[in-house]
């Protein structure tokens, strides 16, 4: 079946624009997470969806970003006046949402470059 | 806050090795431990997930193992092919934490040649 599925795949933009990206989750899924993976660091948490709510928003790190998600399913991500230290790959992950332990199966991650 | 180290950054070795990877933790009070793969421009792809309750979980020639106590696991690959170069993630998610929310290593860069 399909998996996560993500777009853009590569996005470049100038400092001071806003981006979206967005994220198709596998059918069935409730729980979502955002992560960010920036150059020669590990992956860090941004956000996590249960159904259309972000019950945990901790890893978000200003307020120029925000996130959002609809109908259970698609969410988008959207970084306002970019800076250049926003470059890095955003990958969206989601599982069924109904245990503690589950899979989490992670799209191919959308790779921005704010110049 | 939960703290992952991966050894080593990296490593190469040559066809038909076994290797050790391996994870520690500071935190020891975890749900479960995975080991995912992600190769160049591609997502992850999760390996192994151990709960907390278990000691070891094996697919195929890999094996990974966990030690909640000290805080470490290890992903053992017998036989090593050059099909298996990528990067090896460990992550943790913990008890009193957001459900599923992971805590990642910087992961162990692979390259395995012919």
């Known amino acids: 079946g399909a998996g996560v599925s993500q777009s853009p795949s590569n996005k470049v933009t100038e400092k001071g624009k806003d981006v979206e990206l967005r994220c198709d989750p596998i059918s069935g899924h409730t729980a979502l997470y955002w992560y960010r993976q920036s150059l020669g660091q590990g992956l860090e948490f941004l956000i996590y969806?249960?159904?259309?709510?972000?019950?945990?928003k901790s890893g978000l790190p200003s307020d120029r970003f925000s996130a959002e998600r609809t109908g259970g399913s698609v969410s988008t991500l959207t970084i306002q006046r970019t800076q250049q230290e926003d470059s890095a790959v955003y990958l969206c992950?989601?599982?069924?949402?109904?245990?503690?332990?589950?899979?989490?199966?992670f799209g191919p991650g959308t790779r921005l470059l704010v110049l | 806050k939960q703290e992952v180290t991966q050894i080593p950054a990296a490593l190469s070795v040559p066809e038909g090795e076994n290797l050790v990877l391996n994870c520690s933790f500071t935190d020891s009070a975890i749900y479960n431990l995975q080991w995912f793969r992600q190769d160049p421009g591609k997502g992850l792809t999760s390996l192994l997930l151990?709960?907390?309750?278990?000691r070891e979980q094996t697919s195929g020639r890999l094996n990974a193992s966990l030690d909640k106590s000290s805080g470490r696991s290890t992903l053992y690959i017998a036989a090593s092919q050059p099909g298996d170069s990528a990067t090896y993630l460990c992550?943790?998610?913990?008890?009193?934490?957001?459900?599923?929310?992971?805590?990642f290593g910087r992961g162990t860069q692979l390259t395995v040649w012919p």
């Open positions: 992550a943790v998610s913990i008890r009193g934490s957001t459900l599923g929310r992971l805590y």
């Open positions: 151990i709960q907390s309750s278990q």
């Open positions: 992950a989601s599982s069924l949402g109904v245990g503690k332990v589950e899979t989490q199966y």
């Open positions: 969806f249960q159904g259309n709510s972000a019950p945990d």
